[in-house]
């Protein structure tokens, strides 16, 4: 449930559970990251009610301990944090959250593992550097002997269409070093690439060939001059398949576990943690979400796996 509110100084406030990691109050929530709106997490234990029997202090986990420093809990909190586990299992996150991250679980079964993008989340940095009013962030600059790889997951622009989606990472260490999210048409799609390639010491430009995908490689070769382009079967481009597809999504999974580190874009992982299987199998964005990010990092990382594996990068 959710409602609006005037202060006492007169400011409009919104306050809301969660409700998943989606819908108009986690847009809100996400919007004000980006404003001079104030965010408040409430968590559990600011409830004086919520208590039970100490546990011994030998028996307090690493975990546990940590909050203890954190937050200044007691044994007496810890102990009504054991009963809320061993009720809720791994619902506990859902129902009790303890911060901000955690209290937005995704609807539906993600696909992903939320822990691992969870802690991630926690530890990232900003970009070192933000163009076109933030829709690229870089990370991190290209550098002299490294080999780099552009990935796209296209789309046809339009004020209400989906996102074109763009990664660079580099190619033998999967470091995300740069990301373009943006509404942009095939052209413009070619030409942010091509710039972006160029940048990065002549990176590798992969396209997803799908859909809109055959025209900004069409301009890429044509309008762009590019002939540095990733190839299948001697013909330009991924195509994303019932096949490619899980694999895809496969490598990006075992990343998030294995090697979080690669990862610098708090959009992608938000995107990754809206990211579910629906009851009928399908894996996508939650209803109103977007996944343009994930499906052009998965389609980066699959890439990679290919070059790495033939000795090309």
């Known amino acids: ?68 420093r954190e937050h200044n809990l007691t044994r007496e909190q810890i102990g009504y944090r054991r009963q809320i586990h061993r009720k809720y ?9 303890e911060n901000a991250i955690e209290c937005f679980l995704a609807s539906g079964e993600c696909i992903f593992e939320t822990a691992a993008i969870d802690e991630r989340l926690q530890g990232l ?7 076109r009013n933030g829709a690229l962030h870089i990370w991190l600059p290209p550098a002299m002997g490294n080999e780099y ?9 339009g004020t209400e269409g989906d996102f074109t989606a763009i ?9 995300q070093c740069a990301e373009l999210c943006s509404r942009l048409t095939p052209l413009e799609t070619a030409r942010e690439a091509a710039a972006l390639a160029q940048e990065y010491r002549g990176a590798l430009i992969a396209v997803e060939r799908n859909n809109q995908g055959e025209a900004v490689l069409a301009h890429l070769r044509g309008n762009c001059g590019c002939d540095r382009i990733f190839q299948q079967g001697q013909r330009d481009g991924w195509v994303t398949s019932t096949v490619s597809r899980p694999r895809m999504l496969g490598h990006l999974g075992a990343a998030l576990v294995e090697t979080p580190q690669i990862f610098a874009s708090e959009r992608l992982l938000r995107e990754c943690r809206s990211f579910v299987r ?7 964005a939650q209803a109103g979400e977007h996944d343009d990010c994930v499906m052009a990092m ?11 594996t033939s000795g090309l990068a």
Not at 167 to 175: E, K, T
Not at 301 to 307: N, P, S
């Open 89 to 97: 299992r791994h619902l506990a996150k859902q129902e009790y959250a």
């Open 149 to 157: 790889l552009v990935a796209i997951d296209p789309a046809g622009g």
């Open 298 to 308: 998965a389609l980066a990382l699959a890439v990679r796996d290919e070059q790495l």
């Open 1 to 68: 449930m959710g409602s609006r509110q005037r202060c006492p100084t007169g400011a409009l406030a919104m306050e809301s559970t969660p409700m998943g990691a989606s819908g108009c109050f986690w847009k809100e929530w996400q919007e004000a990251e980006k404003t001079n709106t104030v965010r408040h997490f409430f968590s559990w234990w600011l409830e004086p009610a919520y208590e039970a029997a100490p546990p011994e202090e030998a028996s307090l986990t690493d975990a546990e301990w940590q909050l203890i």
């Open 278 to 284: 629906h009851a009928n199998g399908r894996t996508e």
């Open 167 to 175: 990664q660079v990472i580099d190619l033998r260490s999967g470091l």
């Open 125 to 131: 940095g900003g970009p070192v550097e933000a163009r």
